[in-house]
């Protein structure tokens, strides 16, 4: 142990903590160009429609005044600004702390240690990217906060916990969530199940009183946690003892940077990390092996004769399709799918809970060709850790399936397979890049353009519809037009991150967005398709963004945009306040068409179709202002994208997250009424969610 | 399987190669619980599980080479908006601007929808005993078909079809 003890104190010794404060006012890195283009928005800007509810035309025009006489750098760089004074004397405003946090020193790790600082330091040495919490598991989250680690407060455990998942789905990186024992961590139970569905490697973390007190209900919120994470999570402890809270906190990043990932769940009690935790010296852990010697980064190769055999069956297939899934993202794969792909002649769709790793722009694209997608005779899955089922896909009845993915176990689930490769992926798909002779799928490529031409033709098509009807906003209005401002206006198109949400909305949102670099579009609903968390989501994206970690490094800053239903809204809708104090600007798009998505089949039921309805014309862009964003209330189609460029303006200028509420209406869903109605999807592909 | 009366040595032979056709797809876990079930006028039921997790029923005469899926998608009235989109993407399958492999050749097999108590059922015809091209391509038709409601008419997978509105 002393050999093992001594050079561990060097590599906590080591670790140098300067620098790595907590940023949040960090400036953006934004070109002069953006600065142009954005003060060209701003003068471009018009009187709004009659249409468009001026929600508050005082606090507009002292934004306008604000953003044009303040001038762009200045605002952009995080000055504080107070929201205009809805009752005099009483504005809404960030306290002094959030602008002093990263001014704060960070906190230096030394012996002795509570258990709480020893495992905040292994999450800093196994580069932590974010945390994202409710008060709660003081130990925990303070210990990571004073280390350095960036560190957000919400408004519920489950929204900050879905915030975590989606920053995961954006960067490639392993965030934090906690919450406090019993409540807060229940709270964040049905989040913690779509990171599972969506295989996040999320590390989640709560209190758990003493142990002491273990079955004394002395006190509230006593309960055990583990059991409730049964069947959602990659792997659990409840970590009782102050020695070994260092080995337990390899194995939690063990599972989190190895093999399939998912969530893991560590619960504290206060023996082991509280103030009675305190450990005097290195010598005195258990297992207190450093970051080389508790897990390794090797990667499993694939065998030279797989590659092989996947290589002579590519080569008898006429009409094989890449399914770039999970796995590309997390295993970074993104260039050697792209070398693989181009060698072949192979055209790639996407899947899985993020999208970007396979250019949407790319003519081998195939994400945005439904049709093609039953042409397809071998499918090569590469990453697609959840397995859709024989005809989720439905490609050609003969179709032949390679599968690529890390877990041998898993190879085989769902799907029969004519090959098998363990591998990493991004290993496996360098080996057949490298292996693969120059071949020629012309006439496929051709089939796959011309389904990508008469899929864009489609929703053109619904476009026109969306637009002749002129009383509400229709969902094909709000996803071409939003589209059209993002990829065929002024911004670059991979500049914006989505966090794309919604249940009816979505089916139109998602046909038109596209993805055009890594982690772009984080696939909100993906599999577990839980309704209400894409404000969390948009939390998520938008710190990954505004921190530029991992795959968001290239385009970091700048505002992101979210998606949502007005069902969905309510269950998250307070973090717009977490993002207003952060300064975050992210602009949630609330589809508000007065129902539940499900409304339409049970409207012919009296007595049962009221529980599928809200009020109708709800302001849930009051409630952005009341929580100190900005927000519109757009009541027609050409109020969209005026008001849509509004909503970037003020989150360049002010960094001020904003809601533009969409009134549409319930019987938008109803086919023979108002056609195209409510769509369904094909998989895989940009409709892409349950797989 | 229970030989009826009046069958044919050629029936006997068509039969065999629809069953090993479909049995294919059953041995390679396409088509599950597959079963094979003799009828009247030596016509032949195969049921299986397969998309949605529907069991099909498919039916084979070979004394009119007919491949029918009966009742395949229930609840849609006579001349229904769905029961005309339907048939007009039944009409599509043998445009000739479609690619050779996703067309239906007239040449080889035609494909007729029959209604009956809400139902439609669909029949393929099959031409000069090629059935070798006429399963695979019914079955693509169903997988084509099934895709085209799930993606432009999903309330009515969801009202008749089971699907989870989720």
Known sequence: MGEIASSHTSLFAMTVFGGMGFQPMRTRRWTPQDKLENRAMSQKRTSKTSETKRVNESRRDFIKTAALGAGFSALAGGAATAAAPDVPGRPIARPKPFEEISAAPVKE????????????????EEGLAALFCCPGNYEIVS?????????????NEGSMCSAADAFIRVTGEVAATSGT????FTNMICAIAAANACRTPLLVLASNMTLRGDDTERGIQRGYQQPMTEGIKKYGKRVVTKERVHEYAGYAFRQLKTGVPGPVHLDFVSEATGRESEIASATDLDAYWGRGQYRTDSRPHPD????DRALDLIKQAKRPLIVASTGVFYSKAWDALKAFAEKAQIPVAESGPMRGHFSDAHALSASAAPNAMFSVDLAILVGQYCMP????????????????DPNAGDIGRNIPIDIGIVSCEKAALEALAAKSPAMNHDAWIAEVAAAREAFEKENDEHYALGKSYTDAVHPAVISTELANFLYKGKLAPEQTTIASGGFGIGRYTRRRLRAFRPGQICNGAYQYGSIGPDVGYTLGVGVAKDLGIGAQKPYQGGPVIGITGDAGFAYSAFEIETMAKYKIPGIVIVYNNNAWGTWSGYSRMPRAGHMHLFQENLRYDKIAEALGGYGEYVTSPDGF??????CWQIAVNE?????????????????????PGMLGKVEPGVMAYNH | MKQQPGNTRNDDRQVAAVRDLLHAYATRGVLREFEE???RNSKTEYQFTWLLDRRFHLIFDPGASQLTLRDLLPGIPTNSPLDLAVREFVAARTSKQLLAHRRIDPAKATLTVSHSRSALSFVFTVKRNQYAYAVPKLLNFCNELFAFLDMYHIQYLWEHMGVPEE
Do not use: H
């Not at chain 1, 024992?181 to 807060?184: A, D, L, M, V």
């Not at chain 1, 030279?304 to 590659?307: A, C, E, S």
């Open chain 1, 109 to 124: 790790f030394a012996f002795p240690a509570t258990g709480g600082d020893i495992f905040a330091q292994v999450c800093k």
């Open chain 1, 143 to 155: 210990a990571l906060a004073n280390a350095g680690i960036p560190s957000y407060g919400g408004r």
């Open chain 1, 181 to 184: 024992e019993g409540p807060g």
């Open chain 1, 304 to 307: 030279p004769k797989d590659i």
């Open chain 1, 389 to 404: 089922g024989l005809g989720e896909y439905p490609f050609d009845i003969n179709c032949k399936y390679i599968r690529i």
């Open chain 1, 641 to 646: 994208t005026p008001a849509l460029e509004r």
């Open chain 1, 655 to 675: 960094r001020k997250p904003s809601v533009i509420n969409c009134q549409a209406k319930k019987e938008f869903w109803i086919q023979r009424d108002f056609p």
């Open chain 2, 37 to 39: 079930r003799s009828m």
